[in-house]
Each structure stands twice: as structure tokens, then as C-alpha cells.
């Protein structure tokens, strides 16, 4: 009767339900189970979730079978949303979606910038957490260099959030950090001197407009 039961619910429903029961308390508990849902009951999910490829087993990037694992755009609001105000479990289950391959596109930049505004709020656990997971260093200088939309066209406050994240990652003295700590100064380094690089653009055009004018 039971299995009966389970038959005749959606198995998307029944997958995204685990997100309904993180999102409405993210607590340890919680993740635990999200966890073991997003891997070892991913197939159940979705049998064509996986491929296999020369790297193992690897999400299939575009497969439309993926939606019934990750979250709901609604859900992934909410998500980014914990994440961006410091939420460390909802970090947590943020890194176990940026590293299962499974998002793309602008969702995947979504994520990595609610991700690096937890930085902000908690670097120490960022770093920490980045390094016991083992973050690819592509997916750690995402994290650090993708910034709110609000800063679209706006150079002068992608400048001063960049200062300001290079300025945090100095003021981390723990040794055992530093490795990891040394690779996200070189990623926003790397940022700061190609936003230098376009501000000096910017105001050589607009010097040249104004000359245009006088």
C-alpha cells in the first residue's frame, strides 16, 4: 500500500520536496538529508541524471532531467537569499550545488554571487569550508570575483567591492588558512587590475567626449 502510495507521486515533486524541507529549516539535520538526497538518491530521481565520462561519473550539463534535482527558481531565491545574509548551513548547501555540475547559465552566477557575498559576512568560515570541501579553484575565484547585479555598469562600486574583499582576505591571519587564502588574493588581484584597467578606459572616452564638446 505504501509503495502504492509513493507510486503516485510525482518523482519531481517528491525530489524538490527535500529543498521544501531545507528551505523551511536549515538546520544540520536538514543538509544531512539534502545531501544524501542530491547524491545517492539522485538516480532515483532521474535515471539519466548521470554520464560517464574519462572523469567518472559527472553531472549532464543541458539535460532537462537535472530540474528534478536542483531547486525551483523560487527556491533558489529564497536559497540565495539565506546565503547572502550569512546563513552558514545554507552556504553549505549552496557549495553542494555549485559543485554538482547540475546548474548552468545564470542560475550557476546567481549562486556563485550569493556565495560571495557570504564571504563577506563570514570569511573565516568561507575559507575554512572552502578548503575542508576541497573547491576547485575555478569554482572558488567565481565565488569571489562575481558580483550583485546592481553593480552592472556601475565600475566605480565593482571597484570598491573588490577592495573590499581583497581588503578582508589580508585581515585573515590564520596560517592554516593560507594557502587557500593566497589563491583568492591572486583571483581578486587579477580582478582589481582588469577593473583598474577598464576605469582608465572609461575615463579616457568620457576625457575625449568632453573635449568633443568645449
Not at 536549515?26 to 530521481?45: E, F, M, S
Not at 546548474?103 to 569550508?129: I, W
Request: contains cysteine; aromatic residues 8%.
Amino acid at each position: 500500500m505504501l509503495a502504492l502510495f509513493w507510486g503516485n507521486i510525482p518523482i519531481n515533486a517528491h525530489c524538490q520536496s527535500y529543498w521544501d524541507e531545507f528551505l523551511k529549516q536549515p538546520d544540520n539535520g536538514a543538509l544531512v538529508r539534502l545531501g544524501k538526497n542530491i547524491t545517492a538518491g539522485v538516480q532515483r530521481c532521474c535515471p539519466a541524471f548521470y554520464k560517464v565520462d574519462k572523469l567518472g561519473k559527472s553531472c549532464d550539463l543541458g539535460n532537462p532531467e537535472n530540474r528534478k534535482v536542483i531547486p525551483t527558481e523560487e527556491q533558489d531565491f529564497q536559497l540565495f537569499e539565506l546565503i547572502s545574509k550569512g546563513n552558514e548551513v545554507a552556504f553549505r548547501a549552496g557549495l553542494l550545488l555549485a559543485t554538482s555540475k547540475c546548474l548552468d547559465g545564470g542560475e550557476l552566477e546567481d549562486l556563485y554571487r550569493s556565495l560571495g557575498l557570504f564571504f563577506e559576512t563570514q570569511p573565516r568560515v568561507f575559507l575554512q569550508t572552502v578548503k575542508d570541501k576541497s573547491i576547485t579553484d575555478s569554482n572558488l575565484k567565481s565565488m569571489l570575483v562575481m558580483l550583485p547585479l546592481e553593480t552592472t555598469d556601475k565600475i566605480d562600486l565593482k571597484m570598491f567591492m573588490i577592495k573590499n574583499r581583497i581588503s578582508i582576505l589580508e585581515n585573515i591571519s590564520d596560517g592554516l588558512l593560507k594557502g587557500i587564502k593566497e589563491k583568492g588574493l591572486s583571483f581578486l588581484s587579477k580582478a582589481k587590475e582588469n577593473l583598474d584597467r577598464i576605469k582608465v578606459e572609461i575615463d579616457k572616452a568620457n576625457g575625449q567626449d568632453s573635449d568633443k564638446t568645449d
